[in-house]
T-cell receptor, first 117, second 112 residues
């Protein structure tokens, strides 16, 4: 089944304790991205990657890091989490450039709910 | 900075009624998405609108795009309870789905 898999789905942690949220897709998509969802704010992009070793900041990158060492994986790293990073996080992927534009739709993972105390 | 505004933010409607959700955006784009999110779930793609005048329909939902007015609408016909969800529009200024800017969402509640 074609999917984007995130782990963990739920996590409660404390301020300053480094954590990583993993994301993996099995669709051979070139583009991957991370969004956070907060009430009243919709979804905001944190980082995105257009290919292996190519990453760029989204709208709210502060406090986050990413890496893209393999095409299928795009982990989100919080080096020193703070309470304002409590949120629902979504990883997403899409085909990439030069593909049928009608089919180039963003596919989302199930979400990871993070609470930072 | 691209701004995407949806209204209403919350919509309570009776089964059988019609209504429209509006999505306005502030910069040029000819590619817009509509997503549905059920409580506690992920986002599911509903429609991709690729050009001015595009219209897509699926069941009781119909989406349209007017790029000149920078406006997309999601029209609900004869609402049923199963349509209760939050609906998001998202603007794609690069045309590659690499970076979407989302509206704040419209929470739709369909009552009996």
């Amino acid at each position: 089944e074609a999917q984007v898999t995130q782990n963990p789905r739920y996590l409660i942690t404390v301020t300053g304790k480094k954590l990583t949220v993993t994301c993996s897709q099995n669709m051979n998509h070139e583009y991957m991205s991370w969004y956070r969802q907060d009430p009243g704010l919709g979804l905001r992009q944190i980082y995105y990657s257009m290919n292996v070793e190519v990453t760029d900041k989204g709208d709210v990158p502060e406090g986050y890091k990413v890496s893209r060492k393999e095409k299928r994986n795009f982990p989100l790293i919080l080096e020193s989490p703070s309470p304002n990073q409590t949120s629902l996080y979504f990883c997403a992927s899409s085909l990439g450039p030069g593909r049928d534009s009608g089919a180039n739709v963003l596919t989302f993972g199930a979400g990871s709910r993070l609470t930072v105390l | 900075e691209l701004k995407v505004e949806q209204n209403p933010l919350f919509l309570s409607m009776q089964e059988g009624k019609n209504y429209t959700i509006y999505c306005n955006y502030s910069t040029t784009s000819d590619r817009l998405y509509w997503y549905r999110q059920d409580p506690g779930k992920s986002l599911e793609s509903l429609f991709v609108l690729l050009s001015n005048g595009a219209v897509k329909q699926e069941g009781r939902l119909m989406a349209s795009l007017d790029t000149k007015a920078r406006l997309s609408t999601l029209h609900i016909t004869a609402a049923v309870h199963d349509l209760s969800a939050t609906y998001f529009c998202a603007v794609d200024i690069y045309g590659t789905a690499s970076k979407l800017t989302f509206g704040t969402g419209t929470r739709l509640q369909v009552t009996l």
